[in-house]
C-alpha cells in the first residue's frame, strides 16, 4: 500500500500467481515498465492490475510451455484495449537464457526492443564468507 508505486527492470520468474500488487481502489499509481515476468502459469496478474491509475508497458513475458498469457483475466489483446501493455512483447522461451557466467543475455534481442537493461548477477545472491 502506498502513494506511487515503481517497478523497472526487475525480474520476477515463477511467482505462484504471478507477481501481484495489492491496492485499494484509487490508491497510488502504479508504474511497471521494462520488467521480466517469467511464469509457467499463464495468469500472470491478479485482479488487483486492472485499476485505472495503473501505467503498465515496455514488459517482456514469459510462459512456460508457449500458453497464451492472461493479464487480470484478460487476454493480451483485450488488456491492451485497456491501455496496458502496448508496446510490450510476449516472447518464446529460446529467446531468455542464463549463461555460464550468471548475466541474463537474450539472444533475440527481444530485450533491447522494451528497454531492459542486462543486469549483472555476479554479486546477486548468498555468497560464502
Known amino acids: 500500500m502506498g502513494n506511487t508505486h515503481v517497478a523497472y527492470n526487475n525480474i520476477f520468474a515463477y511467482a505462484r500467481h504471478g507477481p501481484e500488487i495489492i491496492r ?15 511464469g509457467d502459469e499463464p495468469t500472470l496478474y ?17 510462459v512456460d510451455g508457449g500458453k497464451p498469457p492472461r493479464f487480470a483475466g484478460k487476454s493480451l489483446k483485450e488488456w491492451r484495449e485497456k ?27 527481444i530485450a533491447e526492443e522494451v528497454g531492459f537493461e542486462a543486469i549483472d548477477l555476479q554479486d546477486v545472491g548468498p555468497r560464502g564468507r
Open 24 to 38: 485499494r481502489r484509487g490508491e497510488g499509481s502504479l508504474y511497471f515498465h521494462q520488467n521480466l515476468v517469467l
Open 83 to 109: 491501455a496496458r501493455d502496448r508496446n510490450s512483447k510476449v516472447a518464446k522461451s529460446k529467446h531468455l537464457n542464463f549463461e555460464a557466467g550468471r548475466r541474463l543475455y537474450d539472444p533475440g534481442l
Open 46 to 62: 491478479g485482479d488487483h492490475w486492472d485499476k485505472e491509475n495503473a501505467k503498465i508497458d515496455y514488459n517482456i513475458y514469459w
